[in-house]
């Protein structure tokens, strides 16, 4: 099934936008829901299809010979974003990601788990240091609030870093 011809406000991704990429190659809807066995229950832009290179990709029985622009809807702000082929070219050939995963959050919801990795990884760290540097503590006392406003630390004894030593 092909996108219908109104196109929805979509999440902005900052490497290819808020609209489908069309692409050089012209490639009949037929090819592209053969191309992958899930192609055919999704809403596609036909006009976005690139080929893949397959010898890259990691899968079990059916690798993607085509990606196409896929609309899709975050599981975690319900806002519909696009699954470009060119960012599912770079997941699948470059990334090594498995060929049957399935991009369910936007991008933003994405930089945001990011960050919170990222605040994770920061916090163990710091907090494992033996000696640590005032501007350190207050570094540690700041992703601390963060973590618990966010709902990921849940002991307000973690909170009472002493940021003077």
Known sequence: MTKKDSIPSYVTHPRYGDRPV??????????????????????????????????????????????VDIEEMCDVCC???????????????????????????????????QGVRFMHKRYQKLITLKARTPPQNRELKQIAIELYKLGYMRDKNKLNIDIES
């Open 79 to 113: 806002r519909p974003f696009i699954f470009f082929a060119q960012e599912q070219k770079h997941w699948f050939e470059e990334l090594g990601f498995w060929i049957d995963a399935h991009c369910t959050r936007c991008i933003e919801c994405r930089k945001k788990d």
């Open 22 to 67: 069309i692409s050089s190659d012209e490639v009949p809807a037929c090819a592209i829901e053969s191309a992958h066995w899930r192609y055919s229950s999704l809403n596609y832009f036909a006009e976005t299809a690139i080929f893949a290179d397959t010898s890259k990709q990691n899968f079990a029985i059916y690798p993607r010979k085509i990606y």
